[in-house]
């Protein structure tokens, strides 16, 4: 039977197109259910408090970081969304008098307008935001090299490389509602992909590139970031691939509550634990990464039941 159209975005692939039964058995997963999805290769992990849930969020950069040598330079890459984390880096950098010397840091996307990266002047900029959340934070006798900071806004063949040629301890990211990690996001339903959407292993193929965004990310991000103006969100954005990611050692993710909703919390965990990946649902397709965490503050697992407001 061919797949139903999205009921987002009709011309697009999205979870709206999956069977109804894969999405009912995860609107039923409860907060014990979550914690038994844990495999090997797949963790779940719970934060009772904000403070806990950010500052272990942080850490994750100290602990890359610490790894870095000179023989062996070592980074994280990380997202805008959350960005709670990124003032306790530069905090917990300067305590430990952490010296960044041969660590490295890439950021996972940047927005797109008129076919070239928009520069630190837009207000919506990540690398921007990047520097004066954290970076820019940072003691000067401590701070990251400048060559050190890896941003998808020149080459991006080149930036793609740069995960091959220095180890990147972990990739780090939210879950955005169209279920995607950085702006990975389903392709529209279009030419080849007309009657089904690509298969995992076509989508794993994808590095580094320009991407068209789901009309439910653009729309996510004026919530998010632009108090609801959708006409100061681009259209596109340069963002790190799949090949980038399976490149990286862990992947963690972070489900604060606010990015995505209880329902799609919920999806993504189930497809990665049960290795039911789909391109529809690109978060899924990391069922097949080795090295999985996916990390959720209590308070925001919320449940999947009607209310009325």
Known sequence: MPRPLSKLAPDWWDYTTLDKELLDDAARLGEKDLLQLSRPGFTVKFYDTVQEFYC??????????????PSRPAGICGPIGPTEQLPLVARMVNALGLDLTHA???????WVLDGRPVSTDHPLSFAKCDKEMCFDRIEKKLAMPEE?????????????????????????????EIKHWAFNDPLPREGKYREAPPSPAEYRRLATRVVKLHPVTITQNARTSGGGNVALVPTHAATVG???????????????????????????????SKKIPDASVPMSLLADHPCIQFNYLR???????????
């Open 242 to 272: 799949p090949v980038e990611t399976w490149k990286s050692e862990k992947v963690s993710i972070w489900h604060p509550g606010h990015h995505d909703n209880p329902f799609g919390i919920r999806l993504t965990a189930l497809m990665i």
């Open 56 to 69: 272990a969020e942080a850490l994750e950069y100290i602990d890359a970081w610490r790894q870095a040598t």
């Open 104 to 110: 490295h840091f890439w950021g996972m996307d940047e």
């Open 148 to 176: 050190n900071l890896h941003f998808p806004t020149g080459n991006l063949e080149s930036f793609s490389q740069s995960f091959s040629q220095i180890r990147c301890v972990l990739m780090q990211g939210g879950q955005g």
């Open 299 to 309: 308070p925001g697992l919320g449940s999947v039941v009607v209310e009325m407001h």
